[in-house]
Structure formats: structure tokens, C-alpha cells
């Protein structure tokens, strides 16, 4: 074989070699297996809490007046207004103004009432139908005012007391006393009270006192043709008939008269009677009072006159013509601690002992109407009030049982509310000294 043969048959082998390993599969690199992805853990469903509520806030419903006379709102500064027509000026000043000291002791002592101050707003009633008129008129024209202490006089009280009622306000006098104020047939009106007595019940007392005390049987009486001084009189009279007295005469003056003697004449020669009543105001009262003096036949006749007439100015001016004199009135022999300390106040505040009989009247008024604002009124959250008219009336009406210094008081349905209690009085060092009836 020749060496080229060798030769090419080496390059065969070779190159078979090569292609065989050529041809073997390549080895492969060892799988890594990777983690298996993990699966998400299923998720719990998500309870979705509910949305916490915030509470809700009822805006309180806004007062709604239902009161068929209207309401009367105070804002939460604002002050509870009453007003006072009380005579506080002229000649019978003193009446007035014992009774206006009585109301504002009161409203001391009250302080606030529900969060408000108490206002006064005082007018004067001049103790006439005109006076009366006049300030029922500009009270009513004020519609922040809730209501009226007044009058002092009940000539003034008759047209007051219908300005006030028309107007849907109230009144609550301290010392009207004519029966016609209470009587429907006459001159009541509605929203109309008095803590003051009716006299029907002192012109009784004093006939008693005349007839069954003094032994007198035959009588007299002067008025001056005032609501108050004729409804007094002729409850006298008609009491004085009723238990076996004789009226010998009725008659009159009028008011501003300052010569007695014509009147006192015509008295003398009609009796003369035993027993003289003369319930009128001053100055008249006490013209009269010293000119009987001078009148013939009058000598022996026992002179007597009422609480309109019992006033510190009254008794100076009466002086020593009152010896041997009678006055029927309020008993104000009030008894407790309350009226010791209402006189220590009064004394304190004023300078003086009280000046007349209706001072402790005006301060019962006065808490009756605070009692009544008390148990009536709305009150908002921020403090304000709202007053029905007819609420406030139909209140005091309703009084039952209610503790003043005067008594306890309750109100019938046409505003006699007192707890009546009458005495008399003698004057004695220009004091009024109470006689009858005995304690």
C-alpha cells in the first residue's frame, strides 16, 4: 500500500471521528428548578365595617306661638318688662307711691326671674278716670310690656282696665276696691285681678262696727261720685239697712270741692244722723273732717272715712280734728317673718315706716305675676322666653292657694282674689292705731 493511500485513509478516519462527534446530542446543563411561584394566599374576603354615624343633631323646632292673644318674646339679655300706673303725684301721692314700694321690693326680692332681670316701667294714674286713660294708653303702645300693677284709684281703674283688656294685656291692682271692677253687669273686663279687697266686704265690716260695736242706729253718707267712693258708700248704706240702721241721707260732692258746709248742712238737717261715713281721698277728705266741726246739728256725730284717706300726709293734714274719728281699711296686722323683713327693707330703702295700707297688696301682685311668668313661659336653649297673653290670664285666674303677706290668696272668675280683711282705726298722735277687731 502506498504511503499516499495511508495517508488519505488517516484523513477519513479522522474526519469520521470528527462528524461522529459532531453528531452526539449536546449534554444539557442540569435543570434548576425554580421555587414554584407560590400562589397568593386567598385573601379573606374584607369586611367592610360600616362607616361609623355621626349622630344626628335635631336642630330643635322653633317655638310656634299657639296663643290666641299672641306671645310675648325676650331675648336672652333682654329684661322682663311690668309696668305701675299708680297715683304718684298730687295730693293722694302717698297712697301711690306705698303701693309702687311695695312692687319694688318685690322685684328685689325676686331678683332674676328664669334668667332675666325684672324692668319696671312707672306711670302715674292721677287717681282719675283721665290718668287711668292716659297711661292704659301708653302702656298698651309698648308691646315689650307683659303686664300692669294698677291702678290706685278705681276712678282710674274702670278705663284702664278696658284699654289693658282690649290690648290683650293684663292688670293686677293693688288696691281697687269699687265692686263694680269685678262685677260683670258693670265694669269688669277681662284680664283684669285685684289683690286688693272688694267693698262689698268693708262697707259690711263697717256697718257692723257702727251698729253692733258703736250702738248706733242711724247713719249718713258722702261720696264724691268716684267709683270707689260711691260703691263703698252704698255697700255701707245697703249693710247699714240690712242689720236695722237708718240711712237719714245719701249724697255727694265733687271732686276738688274744698267748702263742705253746704253738704254737711243739708246732712244735719236730714238727722242729724248718729254716724257720719264719708269714704273719699284727700285733700277733700280732710276739708271735710274740720268743717263738720263748724256745722250745727253735727256736734254729736260720729265721723268716720276709709283707707282713701289713711296716708301720712292724711294725718297731718287731719291733725286734731281726727280725735275721736273712725277709718276702716285693709287690716295690715300681718303677722310672720315675711312682713317684718319686708318693713325692714321698706324702712332701709325708703326712709321711712310705710306711708299707706296697699303697699303689702302690691307686693303679692307683683310675686302672682312672676309666679305665673314662671309656670307659663317657653324657654328656648339660648335663654329665650316666650309668654302667651292668654296664658298669662288664664294663670292668674287659676291662683289657688297662693302664700302672700295679705293672706292666701285665690282668684274667682272675675278677679276678686284678695283674702279680705278688715279693720278699724283711730287716730292717735297722727298715728293710725287699729282698734277692731281685737286680736
Request: net charge negative; proline share 6%; aromatic share 8%.
Amino acid at each position: 500500500m502506498s504511503n499516499r493511500f495511508l495517508y488519505i485513509l488517516s484523513v477519513l478516519i479522522i474526519a469520521s471521528m470528527v462528524l461522529a462527534a459532531c453528531a452526539q446530542p449536546a449534554t444539557e446543563a442540569p435543570a434548576v428548578e425554580e421555587p414554584a411561584a407560590e400562589e397568593p394566599a386567598a385573601e379573606e374576603p374584607v369586611v367592610e365595617e360600616p362607616a361609623a354615624e355621626e349622630p344626628v343633631v335635631e336642630e330643635p323646632a322653633a317655638f310656634e306661638c299657639t296663643d290666641e292673644l299672641g306671645c310675648l318674646d325676650y331675648g336672652p339679655e333682654e329684661p322682663i318688662r311690668i309696668a305701675s300706673a299708680l297715683v304718684i303725684s298730687g295730693p293722694n301721692a302717698q297712697l301711690g307711691q306705698d303701693s309702687q314700694y311695695g312692687v319694688e321690693i318685690a322685684m328685689d326680692w325676686q331678683g332674676q326671674v328664669l334668667g332675666h332681670d325684672l324692668e319696671l316701667q312707672a306711670e302715674d294714674d292721677g287717681c282719675s278716670a283721665e290718668g287711668g286713660q292716659t297711661a292704659g294708653q301708653k302702656i298698651v303702645s309698648d308691646p315689650t310690656i307683659l303686664g300692669v300693677v294698677g291702678t290706685s284709684c278705681s276712678g282710674a281703674g274702670v278705663p284702664m282696665s278696658q284699654v289693658i283688656s282690649e290690648a290683650n294685656y293684663f292688670m293686677v291692682s293693688p288696691s281697687n276696691t269699687a265692686p263694680s271692677l269685678t262685677d260683670p253687669d258693670q265694669a269688669w273686663n277681662p284680664g283684669y285681678y285685684r289683690t286688693a279687697h272688694n267693698d262689698k266686704v268693708q262697707g259690711a265690716a263697717m256697718a257692723d262696727y257702727a251698729f253692733n260695736e258703736l250702738g248706733l242706729t242711724s247713719a249718713a253718707t258722702i261720696h264724691d261720685g268716684d267709683p270707689y267712693t260711691e260703691g263703698l258708700a252704698n255697700s255701707f248704706a245697703e249693710s247699714f239697712k240690712a242689720i236695722g240702721g237708718e240711712i237719714v241721707e245719701f249724697t255727694a260732692i265733687n271732686k276738688g270741692d274744698t267748702d263742705m258746709r253746704p253738704v254737711l248742712t243739708a246732712v244735719a238737717a236730714a238727722g242729724p244722723p248718729q254716724f257720719l261715713y264719708y269714704p273719699i281721698f284727700m285733700p277733700e277728705c280732710a276739708f271735710m273732717t274740720k268743717q263738720a266741726k263748724e256745722v250745727d246739728g253735727l256736734e254729736e256725730t260720729v265721723l268716720s272715712a276709709a283707707d282713701g284717706c289713711i296716708s301720712a300726709d292724711a294725718a297731718e293734714s287731719i291733725g286734731e280734728d281726727g280725735v275721736g274719728m273712725f277709718w276702716s281699711g285693709p287690716d295690715i296686722a300681718f303677722a310672720g317673718e315675711t312682713y317684718i323683713k319686708f318693713k325692714a327693707d321698706y324702712k332701709e330703702k325708703y326712709g321711712s315706716d310705710t306711708l299707706s295700707v296697699f303697699h303689702a297688696h302690691a307686693f303679692d301682685a307683683t310675686n302672682m305675676i312672676v309666679a305665673c311668668v314662671e309656670q307659663v313661659a317657653v324657654q328656648d336653649d339660648d335663654g329665650t322666653l316666650h309668654i302667651g297673653r292668654q296664658a298669662m290670664r288664664d294663670c292668674l285666674g287659676a291662683t289657688s292657694g297662693f302664700e302672700g303677706i295679705t293672706g292666701t290668696l285665690t282668684c274667682d272668675e272675675y278677679g276678686d282674689c284678695a283674702d279680705p280683711k278688715i279693720s278699724v282705726s283711730t287716730l292717735e298722735n297722727g298715728e293710725y292705731v287699729k282698734i277692731w277687731p281685737e286680736e
